[in-house]
């Protein structure tokens, strides 16, 4: 069972500094210490104690924190991950983005109201069934309006921070068209359905690569600029008798209106 919890807190010093005391030490457990500062939580790594009796002193990193803002330097995205998984019975799609986000300012970007995110990306035209996914970023602090994914989270200094959401693509979308509204020095395309095409400028292929049992062709793109055509083409998929059902309803309707019609416009004969 999962228990969490606050073990102790604490103030900082004059030289920020702090100390606590864990009275009965965990070894399995993993320990966070969080410092609210100008209404932003930050965290630090995981910690997890080597020893199990009190006594022993841990030393650990620095945690830095930041004044706010409203504006500064525009964010930046430093890489983005396209993981599309092969297509479930109905023919969609569920991919799963993973977007690397750099603030290059001095101060945490936070966002002055629900109109202004800190941060917006674009999905691909018709995308359904929006979620948030495991990130630096919870469901509250990411919208959906339209095919733009709006952030509202504070944004810390420097990079690393990961926004990740999933989405589907609906059955007969293909080519998939790939929204690259921000530069970025990487992108990773992955593609569980390893007979589809991907095109892009200085597209790499890296073969195909094994994750969590599964087989996906991998594709690279180093320094992608802003507006770049990226496309993803799948294959067309195999017959299924299901997909005749509409035209044969409407073919049976045809016949049976032009059957009546006949009927009606027969003469009868005479007395």
């Not at 299901?242 to 027969?266: H, Q, T």
């Amino acid at each position: 069972m999962l228990v969490q919890g606050p073990v102790d807190s604490a103030r900082l010093d004059a030289r920020g500094q702090y100390r606590f005391r864990i009275p009965v030490v965990d070894s399995t457990a993993n320990y966070l210490i969080s410092v609210l500062h100008d209404g932003v939580g930050y965290f630090s790594e995981p910690i997890r104690p080597l020893h199990s009796a009190p006594g022993p002193r841990l030393n650990v990193d620095t945690l830095r924190v930041y004044d706010t803002s409203v504006d500064g330097p525009p964010l930046t995205v430093t890489k983005r991950l396209i993981s599309v998984a092969a297509a479930k019975g109905d023919g969609s799609r569920e991919v799963l983005e993973i977007t690397v986000l750099s603030n290059p300012g001095e101060k945490t970007r936070i966002a002055p109201d629900t109109l202004h995110p800190v941060w917006t990306g674009l999905l691909p035209s018709g995308a359904l069934q929006f979620s948030v996914g495991q990130g630096d970023f919870s469901a509250d602090a990411v919208a959906r309006h339209g095919d733009t994914v709006a952030l509202y989270g504070a944004v810390q200094p420097g990079g690393g921070r990961q926004l990740a959401f999933s989405y589907l693509i609906p059955r007969g979308s293909s080519p998939v068209l790939v929204p690259v509204d921000h530069s970025l020095d990487d992108m990773m395309v992955l593609l569980e359905d390893t007979t589809a095409r991907v095109t892009g400028p200085g597209l790499r292929a890296l073969g195909v690569r094994l994750l969590e049992s599964r087989h996906f062709a991998q594709y690279q793109i180093d320094h992608v600029k802003a507006g770049a055509l990226v496309a993803i083409d799948f294959p067309h998929g195999a017959f299924r008798i299901e997909s005749l059902v509409p035209f044969i309803a409407v073919l049976a309707g045809l016949v049976l209106g032009g059957g009546f019609w006949l009927a009606v416009r027969r003469p009868r004969p005479a007395p």
